[in-house]
């Protein structure tokens, strides 16, 4: 049973370039979540989604970010005109429903914006 | 309120001993309490959780230890190992989870 997937693993990007990431949650899990981590920092909430259908995104920013889970396909988050400070690992977790307490997380796609 | 306070933000112990990381918490409305361990280069991984309605869990050498009158709750690794070196983040969740507030980080160096 695979665990939750992201790709790319490690992406580069120079700034006013866009970001895709993608993330297949688990098999059987319907809820995705996006979580940004910062160089020693804990994980912050961006967005929760289950398909088709944003549940909650009051932790993206207002401007350049983006996400999406659509009925066929991986989640993806979508950065756009990327800038140095959005340089971070950005994780996606997976929930089975009814509810999201138990989330498992992907590997994390590392972002450098140079 | 959505703040999960963590501490200490780096222990050292020796194989063998006892660590022990500490959260505390303000909003009393959270009703999950999980622990992750995260390796370098990995993702978060569950460890163990607790829900308020309990004091103590236990699995294996983890141990969580929940006092809701003072909004603390804290981790002990019994028999620590070089191998539980590792960063653990405390967090909380409330109404089903899906925005799960993390602590800052606990850096755990177990010295062989």
């Known amino acids: 049973n695979a665990g939750v997937m992201q790709n790319p693993r490690h992406l580069v990007r120079r700034r006013g370039q866009e970001a895709r990431l993608r993330c297949s949650p688990m098999k059987g899990h319907s809820h995705v979540y996006w979580y940004r981590q910062l160089p020693e920092e804990g994980l912050k909430f961006m967005v929760y989604l289950q398909k088709e259908n944003i549940i909650d995104e009051s932790g993206m920013p207002k401007e350049r970010f983006s996400a999406e889970f659509p009925k066929e396909g991986p989640s993806i988050l979508r950065i756009q005109q990327v800038v140095r400070g959005d340089s971070a690992a950005y994780f996606c977790?997976?929930?089975?429903?009814?509810?999201?307490?138990?989330?498992?997380f992907g590997p994390g796609t590392r972002l450098t914006v140079t | 309120q959505q703040q999960v306070k963590q501490s200490p933000q780096s222990l050292i112990v020796q194989k063998g001993g006892i660590s022990i990381i500490n959260c505390a918490y303000e909003n009393t409305a959270f009703d999950y309490f999980p622990w992750y361990q995260q390796f370098p280069g990995k993702g978060p991984a569950l460890l163990i959780a607790?829900?308020?309605?309990?004091s103590e869990k236990k699995e294996g050498r983890f141990t969580i230890s929940f006092n809701k009158s003072a909004k603390q709750f804290s981790l002990h690794i019994m028999d620590s190992q070089p191998g539980d070196s590792a960063t653990y983040f405390c967090a909380a969740s409330k109404n089903g989870g899906f925005k799960t507030i993390f602590g800052a980080g606990t850096r755990l160096f177990v010295k062989a």
């Open positions: 977790a997976s929930s089975p429903p009814p509810n999201s307490y138990e989330q498992y």
């Open positions: 607790i829900r308020p309605d309990v």
